[in-house]
């Protein structure tokens, strides 16, 4: 079962919530329950702020994603890395508008096997934040953050070995349409 929560839990506008909705809708989501996460997408926004600021789409753009959430106070599972990880982001860069970003994120082999929960590590993940941001002025105008982890809970044990855990920290990837997304 997945669930929305209020508006600004699953996104910051029409458009996050729209790839949000994108996201716990399509017909190859294989999470069972997929909620939405208030504190998720108020980091997202910060992190599209960033990007776009700096004019850059980039994971390990002020730090890992993985520190990234837990410096600003989410919990995650012990067992997830830190410097330079990413088990819990997608970003794009370039996209008017969620539909499109969401084929593009389909089209990348990691990105869909996180977003859909594809692999057994993804497939525990549970919360959800995404965050759209448009700003003319900066070189790639449309800015998206997703982010995708598990939530914390006080008996989780370690059931993946380091082998089994993906880091997408170094995914770069040139989209059809000279955009980039990552």
């Known amino acids: 079962m997945n669930s929305w929560g209020s508006d600004i839990d699953c996104g910051n506008n029409e458009q996050a919530r729209a790839l949000a909705s994108l996201i ?5 989501q294989q999470r069972k329950e997929l909620r939405c996460n208030r ?15 700096s004019e850059l789409v980039m994971h390990n753009l002020g730090g890992s994603p993985n520190n990234r959430l837990r410096e600003a106070g989410y919990k995650l599972p012990s067992y997830y890395g830190a410097s330079f990880s990413n088990q ?6 370039g996209y008017t508008d969620a539909e499109s970003v969401w084929r593009a ?3 990348s082999n990691d990105h869909r096997q996180h977003l859909l929960g594809e692999l057994p590590f993804y497939l525990e993940q549970d919360e959800l934040g995404v965050a759209f941001l448009k700003d003319r002025e900066t070189a790639y105008v449309e800015y998206w953050v997703v982010y995708l982890t598990k939530g ?3 008996d989780q044990t370690v059931v993946f070995t380091a082998e089994q855990i993906p880091n997408k920290s170094e995914l770069i990837l040139q989209p059809y349409d000279n955009h980039q997304e990552q």
């Not at 819990?88 to 860069?93: H, M, P």
């Open 24 to 28: 716990l809708t399509d017909d190859n």
């Open 39 to 53: 504190l998720l997408s108020q980091i997202a926004v910060e992190k599209a702020q960033l990007m776009a600021q």
């Open 88 to 93: 819990v982001e997608a970003i794009a860069g």
């Open 105 to 107: 994120f389909k089209r």
């Open 152 to 154: 914390y809970s006080p």
